[in-house]
């Protein structure tokens, strides 16, 4: 399948090992990252290097993915985890890097400033080594609605992959982002933008998590999410971008996105989806077989 226009046509791993570390926003403890060049045809495989599920080894995608609020996580058959790997996703697909090993010596992907940017540069710093392989485009085929409650998500053929996304947020306006994705205007518009939480939701969530013993938001703090309460945000310096929650909803829908084992070629229309949608999207393109077959 020819790549849509902004789109490398080959695979790419990269040149050289990559590494960042940094704490976790739900578990709040550190850990490190490296990033390994792959063949060709590998993906994107996560390994665990220490600790429990030592040795644990999976491709980066949605049929591994279970449940957990406010991130996307895998779990390996020897329960090993490997928890918010969706900005690394988001940052694979901003480089367009098909083939990597990310090796973790603990659960949870570093949230580093929020966004995607230092990921990204991280990656960045290894260099990109084309493939002589041509990439695994998915092209869709027919058009799929997913609803729940108030929560829509559209998938439909298109030549290229674009975005129109529309969030309502209590206390804002509604804010809506449309256009064609390429792996270079995702990077430009869309990395920067940081995580975010509102305050009423995050103090229940943190007595929740203590009291049920799950790591929820516990390494979060202004210097890596945004936090609004009412139409306020706290942090210092304010938002990047006026949009930059919409953004980051962006971001997390591609990163989720990129657990499809290929660049979507198609529209993708959401109304305030999170992770779990992102991922029903995924599975619903396979069982109703929403794919142009690979030539
Ligand atoms: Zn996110």
Same mark, same amino acid.
């Given at each position: 399948m020819t790549a849509p226009h902004g789109f490398r046509e080959s695979q790419a791993t990269l040149k050289m090992t990559a590494q960042f570390s940094g704490v976790g926003l739900h578990t709040g403890r550190t850990t490190n990252v490296t990033i390994h060049p792959a063949p060709a045809d590998t993906g994107i495989r996560?390994?665990?290097?220490?600790?429990?599920? *030592?040795?644990?080894?999976l491709t980066a995608d949605w049929r591994h993915c279970i449940d957990f609020p406010r991130c996307t996580m895998m779990k390996a058959s020897d329960g090993a985890k490997f928890q918010t790997i969706e900005h690394l996703m988001a940052s694979f697909?901003?480089?367009?890097?098909?083939?990597?090993?990310?090796?973790? #010596?603990? *659960?949870?992907?570093?949230?580093?400033?929020?966004s995607a940017r230092p990921i990204v540069e991280a990656l960045e710093g290894g260099g990109i080594q084309e493939q002589d392989r041509p990439r695994h485009f998915r /092209?869709?085929? /027919?058009?799929?609605?997913?609803? #729940? #409650?108030?929560?829509?998500?559209?998938?439909?053929?298109? =030549?290229?992959?674009?975005? #129109?996304?529309?969030?309502?947020?209590p206390y804002w306006n509604t804010q809506r982002w449309s256009g064609?994705?390429? =792996?270079?205007?995702?990077?430009?518009?869309?990395?920067?933008?940081?995580?975010?939480?509102?305050?009423?939701?995050?103090? =229940?969530?943190?007595?929740?998590? /203590?009291?049920?013993?799950? =790591?929820?938001?516990?390494?979060?703090?202004?210097?890596?999410?945004?936090?609004?309460?009412k139409d306020r945000v706290l942090n210092d310096g304010g938002l990047k971008s006026p949009d930059e929650f919409l953004r980051h909803r962006i971001l997390d829908l591609v990163g989720d996105l990129a657990l499809g084992g290929g660049p979507i070629i198609g529209k993708v229309t959401a109304f305030c989806s999170n992770h779990k949608h992102n991922r029903a999207l995924l599975r619903a393109v396979e069982e109703r077989d929403a794919l142009v077959p690979a030539a």
């Open positions: 996560f390994r665990r290097s220490k600790g429990r599920g *030592q040795g644990a080894e697909f901003a480089l367009e890097i098909d083939n990597a090993i990310v090796e973790m #010596d603990a *659960q949870e992907v570093p949230i580093m400033d929020g /092209k869709i085929s /027919k058009s799929i609605t997913l609803t #729940d #409650d108030r929560i829509s998500l559209t998938i439909e053929p298109h =030549p290229t992959f674009a975005i #129109d996304y529309s969030l309502e947020l064609e994705m390429p =792996p270079a205007r995702f990077r430009e518009e869309i990395c920067f933008a940081r995580t975010y939480g509102i305050l009423s939701v995050i103090w =229940p969530a943190l007595i929740l998590g /203590k009291l049920r013993l799950i =790591p929820l938001v516990r390494g979060a703090s202004l210097s890596n999410a945004l936090l609004m309460y």
